[in-house]
């Protein structure tokens, strides 16, 4: 009898309609961010729910913390990851080949789906006397970790604002995971990062020293925004952070999942099922997810071809024509 079974078993699994069999399992990763970002839980929280429909799919998801986003664009491109988070003008960079893309457009790199609002960050020691993101000029500042999206905005900021590196008496490099206890042990006057709100690590910033969420607004920043169909104003809200009641102008991204043509149409389609199938479970995962709206995520922050896999997925969903 028991030497029966197997071959049952398999005559089911041959029989069904399930495209991928439970038995040839595959092994997904998501690219993410650092630790005490909005990108990790992004990541962490669609394994989990791949992870639930294993049995069903044979898929096997892990998210590892990564540098952020031109790390993950550039993991899927060789093939080192299946899919990513990544900021939606580095998304279009990538794509278009244009900025730290210039003359190498990856041109197989494909759009799921959209996630959080990423409003550029920056956080200043509330004794550095710095208001406005001018007043950097003369500071220690964290300009973030190559590789990041964080980064590479960073310095599209300083360009639009004609400044430079050399303009700060100080440019560190930090991580996200380090550069809120460098702010608190006064390493640094003022830290950077394009990151969803809340998030842990400038609530950590906040809270172990007096701090301030500092302006990016002006001539400049607008005419970035006029310029560029990815960036948007953006307003981090007032009582989110300890010591800052008033609302914060800034601009921003937003965070995109995105692949290769290369990664198979199911595998990308039972990804976004999982997440869509489940989405009030989803939502629940971070408050930077609170107000996601399926139709928004679908429609916003994509300059990529959508995958065929998340297409089929909205197309049965009536989100997409
Ligand atoms: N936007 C950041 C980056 O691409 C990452 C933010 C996060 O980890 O939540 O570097």
Known sequence: MSKLKPILLSTAFALSATPLMAQEE????????????????????????????TAETGLR????????????????????????????????????????????????????????????????????????????????VNVGNPGSGSRGTFEVV?????????????????RPAE??????????????????????????????????????????IDALIADNPFYAKAIIPGGMYANNDEDTETFGVKATMVTSAAVPEETVYQVVKAVFDNFDRFKGLHPAFATLEPEEMVADGNSAPLHPGAERYFREQGWVE
């Open 26 to 53: 595959q092994f997904i990763t998501i690219g993410t961010g650092g630790q005490t970002g909005v990108y990790y839980v992004v990541g962490q929280s669609i394994c989990r729910l791949v992870n639930r429909e």
């Open 179 to 220: 550069q809120s206890a460098a702010l608190g042990d006064n390493q640094v006057d003022a830290i950077s990062y394009t990151v969803g709100h809340p998030n842990g690590s400038i609530q950590e910033a906040t809270s172990t020293v007096d701090a301030t969420l500092v302006e990016v607004a002006g001539p400049e």
């Open 61 to 140: 998801c892990t998210a590892p913390a990564t540098g952020g986003s031109i790390d993950n664009i550039n993991q899927i491109k060789s093939g080192g990851m299946t899919m990513g988070v990544a900021q939606s003008d580095w998304q279009y960079h990538a794509y278009n080949g244009s900025s730290d893309y210039e003359g190498e457009p990856f041109e197989d790199l494909r759009a799921v789906f959209a996630v959080h609002p990423e409003p550029f960050t920056v956080v200043a020691r509330a004794d550095s006397d710095i208001e406005t993101f001018a007043d950097l000029t003369g500071k220690r």
């Open 158 to 174: 300083l360009d639009a604002m004609g400044m430079s590196m050399d303009d700060f008496a100080l440019s560190s490099e930090l």
